[in-house]
């Protein structure tokens, strides 16, 4: 069944001083709090307003209702979660294949189990919000950053490295989905993580060519 988005899913203002981001700070880890103790349908803007210890008033200067509340705080979520992938990326750049398909895996995967629970009730939001603009705006994000580190692999290249990125991070993306859908034991430091890792490696050294002689030369 599709899922239309509500209205007014936009902030009503963005905060501009170091006050208002303390305030709006606030709000973000009340509403995640409020999320986990009470569920989303029990989840409203004066609980809210409560747990962050700001009035109702406040809270609608920002956010005009709970689905933009909501709304906001997934968006918040996947911005971290991309900046955290994007950092790893660029840290691991000329590296080898291997090394840098590892590092993609292992901090997508931290993110998720830092708090295994926020990951699936903003799972579970996505799918409530219909949130499909944000969430493939961070998988654009993350295509782009794999993309561009390997493309900086020292032990060989890619003849499409998009296309590689975009079926690597399919596969780390769709496995980490499952698990949350089935609420499945915690991934990262295991089995399951490691598995993620070979499988995820073996399809990158799949893909790589090794670099001829004058290649090689050029470095």
Known sequence: ????????????????????????????????????????????????????????GTLYQYFPNKQSLLFAVLER????????????????RGGTAEVMTEAAVKAYLQVKAKDPEISRALYLIAIELDARGP???????????????????????????HAVARILFAAIHGTVRMF??????????????????????????SAIQPKDRDDRRQE
Do not use: W
């Open 1 to 56: 069944m599709k899922h239309s988005p509500p209205i007014a899913l936009d902030p009503r203002k963005c905060p501009r001083q170091a006050r208002s981001a303390v305030t709006l700070d606030a709000i973000f880890e009340a509403t995640l709090q409020v999320l986990l103790s009470a569920g989303s349908t029990r989840l409203n803007t004066t609980r809210v307003a409560e747990r962050a210890g700001v009035s109702v």
């Open 77 to 92: 979520y996947l911005t971290q979660l991309m900046d955290t992938l994007e950092a790893a990326c660029l840290a691991h």
């Open 135 to 161: 969430v493939e705006a961070a998988i654009q994000r993350a295509e782009q950053a794999i993309a561009a580190m390997l493309a900086t692999a020292i032990d060989g290249r890619f003849a499409d490295p």
């Open 180 to 205: 949350y859908e089935r609420e499945l034991p915690p991934m990262i430091g295991g089995d399951v993580e490691r598995q993620l890792t070979t499988m995820c490696c073996s399809y990158v050294a």
